[in-house]
C-alpha cells in the first residue's frame, strides 16, 4: 500500500527566507511520481511542482524546488525568497504508474509566511 | 490550460432533500475524474473515481447509493448527495486527468456544502 507523511503540521517563515516542507512515502513500486499541491486559503488546489521518480534530477519551478531521495524514499520541497502569497496548506502526494491510478495525499503542512 | 469548474461554489439546503455538483474540464478532455471530500484543517479524502459512460469507483466506506456519481461526457461528471444530512456537510472537491498526463491531475475550487 501506498503511504505519504508530512510530519510538519505547521512551518513558519520570514518573509524573503527559504523555508523546507518534509515528506517521507512508502512504496514497493519503483515507478511513480511525487507532486507537491498548495492549497491557499481560497482552497483551490493547485500545483507546485512535479518529479518523476525515475529522472535523477531534482525538479525546480522558479522558487521552488525539491530534494528528491528515492532510496531514503524522500521529497522535501524547498520555497526560496519566500512572498507573502505563499501561505498556505502544501499537501506531498504520489501516484503510481502501475496500478491503482490515484493520488494518495500526506496530513498537509500549515505555511505561516512572517512579514 | 487545464482548468478545472466547479458548480456551485456554495450550497445551502435542508435535510432529506438532494443536492448536485457539477465538474467540468474547460479546455480539454478528461480522461478520469475524481471526487474528493476534504474536513476541516485535514487533507483531501478520495471517495470515488469514474470514467466517461462507465460505473464510478467507489473507495472503501464510500456510500454510492448516497453519493451518486454520473460521468456523462469527457468533460462533465456530477455528483448527488441524495437525501442530505448535516453529516454530509462538507467541502467536495473535484479533479480531472488529461489522456497526455494521467498523472497529474487538476482540482476544481470546491464546492462548500452545508446541510441544515
Known amino acids: 500500500a501506498q503511504t505519504v507523511t508530512q510530519s510538519q503540521p505547521e512551518m513558519s517563515v520570514q518573509e524573503a527566507e527559504t523555508v523546507t516542507l518534509s515528506c517521507t512515502y512508502d512504496?514497493?513500486?519503483?515507478?511513480?511520481?511525487l507532486f507537491w499541491y498548495k492549497q491557499p486559503p481560497s482552497r483551490q488546489m493547485i500545483l507546485v511542482i512535479r518529479?518523476?521518480?525515475?529522472?535523477?534530477q531534482n525538479a525546480t519551478e522558479n522558487r521552488f524546488s525539491v530534494n528528491f531521495q528515492k532510496a531514503a524514499k524522500s521529497f522535501s520541497l524547498k520555497i526560496s525568497d519566500s512572498q507573502l502569497g505563499d501561505a498556505a496548506m502544501y499537501f506531498c502526494?504520489?501516484?503510481?504508474?502501475?496500478?491503482?491510478?490515484?493520488?494518495?495525499f500526506g496530513q498537509g503542512t500549515r505555511l505561516t509566511i512572517n512579514p | 490550460g487545464a482548468v478545472v469548474s466547479q458548480h456551485p461554489s456554495r450550497v445551502i439546503c435542508k435535510s432529506g432533500t438532494s443536492v448536485k455538483i457539477e465538474c467540468r474540464s474547460l479546455?480539454?478532455?478528461?480522461?478520469?475524474m475524481f471526487w474528493y471530500r476534504q474536513f476541516p484543517k485535514k487533507s483531501l479524502m478520495l471517495m470515488a473515481t469514474?470514467?466517461?459512460?462507465?460505473?464510478?469507483?467507489?473507495e472503501q466506506g464510500v456510500e454510492k447509493d448516497k453519493f451518486l456519481i454520473n460521468h456523462a461526457s469527457l468533460t462533465l461528471s456530477t455528483l448527488t448527495v441524495t437525501s442530505a444530512h448535516p453529516e454530509d456537510s462538507s467541502f467536495y472537491i473535484c479533479s480531472a486527468d488529461s489522456a497526455e498526463a494521467q498523472e497529474t491531475q487538476y482540482f476544481g475550487p470546491g464546492t462548500r456544502l452545508l446541510v441544515l
Open positions: 479546455d480539454f478532455q478528461a480522461t478520469t
Open positions: 469514474s470514467n466517461e459512460g462507465s460505473k464510478a469507483t467507489y
Open positions: 518529479q518523476e521518480a525515475y529522472k535523477q
Open positions: 502526494a504520489s501516484h503510481l504508474i502501475q496500478g491503482a491510478q490515484k493520488l494518495v
Open positions: 512504496t514497493s513500486e519503483s515507478d511513480y511520481y
